[in-house]
């Protein structure tokens, strides 16, 4: 809902961004009670702040402590080990990436930073806490940076420090978002320029984004990258001004096309690689010819406000009506080809009856021009 009716939509970008890279699956243990809060007061907080604050604020979030089992972790001893899992996704995953440089060494190391941190039970269930008497205080040094004992708590933010301001994480940080927003081929000098915003600005996303936005290799980006399921769905409702309470109908089309919120398994978050998604491009053009419909339970669409805001009182008879509905929706004119293609589709249609404006404006969603942004 947030996506759909918000204003501030480059904010919720950066939320389905990093709720990948930070990805838990609502189907371990209590996340799926847990994740709510985490996407309120890690993700949403921190989208458009600094990346050190995302990491810290992850770090010790109650839903990533159960999702990577930072619950479990303690100091080794006759009652347990320390568990390297979340260790090892915040080096490969969160900060500086599988090629980053790091070893082993640092991921056991890592994983004493974080021992101790463990969940209230009863009426403050759900929140975390810091245990000393399981958390090792000895020294350690991780990716060559010495953590002097006696940290405690504090052991996390050095850690997290250590990690954020590593050159491999501006670097990884950086050509994930080039991937985001330009292509999954990210260009290397624009990857660079975004590395070095990063570093210069202490991991603040902000200049980042604008060093993206502002260049030229976005512009020169526009309708090659194929918008996943989610931003599909989103822009559907958007750009046809469905009233919507989402809910389960809507819900039930995105897990058909394999993006269900918050569901993806593993710590690397769904992919945002086209490849993976060509597979379900059928139930998006299910979906785009329900929504036109109106058979999407929790999705209503007025066609004919939609076709007055446009401009278009009478489209049956209006011969380029069909060029103008797909200019409003692909945010450019057709192609020679496409406009061929669309009139002759709506000449064997009566465009004043309300089925065959439906199936004439989801033709168009389901074109690759609106598929792409």
Known sequence: ???????????????????????????????????????????????????????????????????????????????????????????????????????????????????GWRLHSGSRRGTAYFDAGLHDDGEKTVLGKKIPAGGGEKDVQVLVDIACNHPSTAKYIAKKLVAHFVSEDPPAALTRRVAERFTESGGQIKPMLREILYSPEFKASAGSKLKRPFQYVVSCLRATGADTMAGDPVLEFLTRMGHGPFQYPTPDGYPSEANPWLVTLLWRWNFAFALCSNTVESANVSLDSLCSAVGLESIGSFKNAPDILFAYFAGRRPTQAESVSLKQYAAQRDLNNENGRAELIGLILSSPAFQKV
């Open 1 to 115: 809902l947030r996506s759909v009716y918000s204003k501030r939509q480059l904010l919720e970008s950066m939320v389905e961004f990093f709720s990948d890279h930070f990805n838990i699956y609502i189907e371990k243990g209590d996340c799926i009670y847990l994740k709510a809060t985490d996407d309120r007061s890690v993700i949403r907080k921190n989208a458009l702040g600094r990346f050190r604050d995302l990491v810290l604020s992850s770090a010790t979030s109650p839903a990533m402590l159960v999702y990577l089992d930072g619950k479990e972790n303690k100091k080794e001893g006759p009652h347990g080990i320390p568990n390297e899992n979340y260790a090892r996704e915040l080096l490969e995953l969160h900060t500086l990436g599988v090629d980053g440089g790091y070893t082993q060494k640092d991921v056991y190391e890592a994983a004493r930073c974080l021992t």
